[in-house]
């Protein structure tokens, strides 16, 4: 049982280029989201899905942008690198939606 | 506006010795408050849930409490192991709605 899996675990970009992050999850959860993580700041929410075909804006959602084709799935796509989006990205799920959440082992980004 | 603020920042003691950290919130309605350990360059990991009628609840070497009254919650380590190096993030759910609000989380080392 993988749980929930990311891909890539680290990733340099530029300025202005633009990128995916992948997470799928195996557990049939139909809540799935996306943080970020930065030091001394707790995890804050960027976007969420409460099932396929179904997506909405967190605390943080400029200049990301989600989609939910399956129930395995949610990618999130950064548009144009900026370093401000320099961070640790992880993707969580849960069932219900008000469960515990489940965490991806994080996506280390840098954007120069 | 909901924040939960833990305590200490970070901490470092022997093996084999107990710790006390602290997490105290402002977050309402209150739903529920979990304790989840990040270890380094992992996701977290719940470690537990506690409700609104609970005061203790514990889950091996670790003990959570709740105090519902003065909206504080406490996660005693006991006896600890090198393994419990990690991050301890609070987490508190608000009633009504799906929003949960992350402390920054008490950096703990233990040394031999």
């Known amino acids: 049982n993988a749980g929930v899996t990311q891909t890539p675990k680290f990733q340099v970009l530029k300025t202005g280029q633009s990128m995916t992050l992948q997470c799928a999850q195996d557990?049939?959860?139909?809540?799935m989201s996306w943080y970020r993580q930065d030091p001394g700041m707790g995890l804050r929410l960027i976007h969420y899905s409460v099932g396929a075909g179904i997506t909405d804006q967190g605390e943080v959602p400029n200049g990301y942008n989600v989609s939910r084709s399956t129930t395995e799935d949610f990618p999130l796509r950064l548009l144009s690198a900026a370093p401000s989006q320099t961070s640790v990205y992880f993707c969580a799920s849960s069932y219900p939606a008000t469960g515990e959440l489940f965490f991806g082992e994080g996506s280390r980004l840098t954007v120069l | 506006k909901n924040q939960v603020e833990q305590s200490p920042q970070s901490l470092i003691i022997l093996e084999g010795k107990n710790c006390t950290l602290q997490?105290?919130?402002?977050?309402?309605?209150?739903?529920?408050l979990r304790w989840y350990k990040q270890d380094t360059g992992r996701g977290p990991v719940s470690l537990t849930i506690?409700?609104?009628?609970?005061n203790t609840k514990s889950n091996g070497r670790y003990t959570a409490t709740l105090d519902a009254d003065t909206k504080q919650s406490s996660l005693h380590i006991t006896a600890s192991q090198l393994s419990d190096s990690a991050s301890y993030i609070c987490v508190v759910r608000s009633g009504g709605g799906n929003k949960l609000t992350f402390g920054t989380g008490t950096q703990l080392k233990v040394e031999l």
């Open positions: 557990m049939n959860h139909e809540y």
């Open positions: 506690m409700t609104f009628s609970e």
């Open positions: 997490c105290n919130y402002t977050v309402s309605p209150f739903s529920n």
